[in-house]
């Protein structure tokens, strides 16, 4: 079984708890994938930047289907989030 060390929310200091906090606006929690980069808070950052480009870009596919698609990947890959 792999182990990832994590920072829990309580814990977050700085940039990481702004970015829990940001987590915990947009979805209610801060799930298990944020966590797994809160050693790196620039990483989750420019994660966090790179979901916001994709899902809401101007052009191409409606935000449901960029929704739907998330989904169906997510189920495909047997994947909770």
């Known amino acids: 079984m792999s182990w990832i060390r994590v920072t829990p ?15 915990v606006r947009r979805a209610g929690r801060v799930y ?3 966590r797994s980069m809160s050693l790196a808070p ?3 950052e420019s994660s966090f ?14 935000r449901q289907q960029r929704e739907m698609l998330a989904v169906v990947v997510s189920r495909t890959n047997d994947c909770h989030y």
Do not use: N, S, T
């Open 32 to 34: 298990h994938i944020v």
């Open 42 to 44: 620039r990483i989750l």
């Open 9 to 23: 929310p309580a814990e977050a200091k700085g940039r990481l708890a702004e970015l829990y906090d940001a987590a």
């Open 49 to 62: 930047d790179l979901y916001q480009r994709v899902m809401y870009a101007p052009a191409g596919l409606a």
